[in-house]
């Protein structure tokens, strides 16, 4: 017999390409864990349709004027908080950066004081300000009780936001130092000051950096507003408490502050989106050409 006839089966033969299947390859792993994940959801859609949840509360407090007068107090504090969060994270970032060692030991301690301790530590110590300093101003010139000063508003803005300036300065900090240093060096070669450096050329190639982690702490922001019904600023939280403190109906209300929270989170998750494709086209134009 001849040796070739027995390595290469004959044309018709059932090894043939032609009459090979392709089977896709299975994932068991993945369909179990869909499963499983399905399970759980009905479980927890069927737990809320029989569990002992009035939802018609749900629906009339869903637009109750004091629960939007709260999301208008939560969204004034996210907008105002975050203001100053920015502006002493970008002044305490250039601070870190500089060459004065004096400044740059002062960032250092503010971020160390400021990350150490906690939001809700520091609002408290914010409202009860009074306690240390009785009176604010320049004695003989002009003072003002502090009780008078430190409203439940601007306790909370000073509390988030000084604590949000720690964190934004890291964040504005990473993003300098991933530009260029050729880009700095060319910037003064053409006799760019200082300031004008970082706004033309420095800040608008670092946002893409930025962009993300900052619009995250945004988001945070939102739900960190939620502390300050401790010190009782009237945000959609702090409302939802008082209206189940009288009408006794707290999962209710719970859910509609929950609504809320979601459906604000998820519009600024929307425009994060945009703006993150906003600064980074050039990138993408640079990675499409590669």
Not at 21 to 28: D, N, S
Not at 165 to 185: I, M
Request: cysteine-free.
């Amino acid at each position: 017999m001849n040796v070739a006839s027995l390595a290469t089966p004959p044309a018709d033969s059932k090894y043939e390409i032609a009459h090979l299947k392709l089977v896709p390859k299975r994932h068991i792993g993945r369909m179990i864990a869909a499963g499983i994940v399905l399970l759980l959801f009905a479980g927890l859609v069927r737990a809320f349709s029989v569990g002992q949840i009035e939802w018609t509360y749900v629906r009339d407090f869903l637009f109750a004027p004091a629960i939007l007068a709260g999301l208008y107090n939560t969204l004034l504090m996210t907008v105002a908080a975050m203001g100053l969060g920015i502006v002493l994270g970008v002044v305490i970032a250039i601070m870190r950066i500089s060459g004065n060692p004096v400044l740059s030991s002062i960032a250092i301690g503010y971020i160390w004081v400021f990350r150490g301790a906690p939001a809700l530590l520091q609002l408290m110590l914010w409202f009860n300000l009074a306690l240390i300093f009785p009176t604010l101003g320049i004695p003989g010139l002009f003072e003002f009780r502090t009780v008078d000063v430190m409203t439940p508003f601007v306790a909370a803005v000073l509390g988030l936001g000084i604590s949000q300036g720690a964190y934004t300065s890291e964040v504005v900090r990473s993003g300098l130092l991933s530009v260029d240093s050729g880009q700095y060096e060319a910037a003064r070669t053409i006799g760019m000051t200082q300031m004008m450096m970082l706004r033309r050329i420095v800040l608008p190639q670092a946002m893409r950096v930025m962009v993300p982690p900052v619009g995250n702490e945004v988001i945070g922001m939102v739900k960190l507003t939620s502390l300050a019904s401790v010190i009782q600023y009237s945000e959609i939280l702090h409302n939802a408490q008082i209206i189940y403190f009288a009408n006794t109906r707290v999962l209710e209300l719970l859910l509609v502050a929950s609504f809320w929270y979601l459906l604000v989170v998820s519009v600024l998750s929307i425009g994060q989106h945009y703006i993150e494709r906003y600064f980074g086209r050039g990138s993408k134009s640079i990675r499409s050409s590669m």
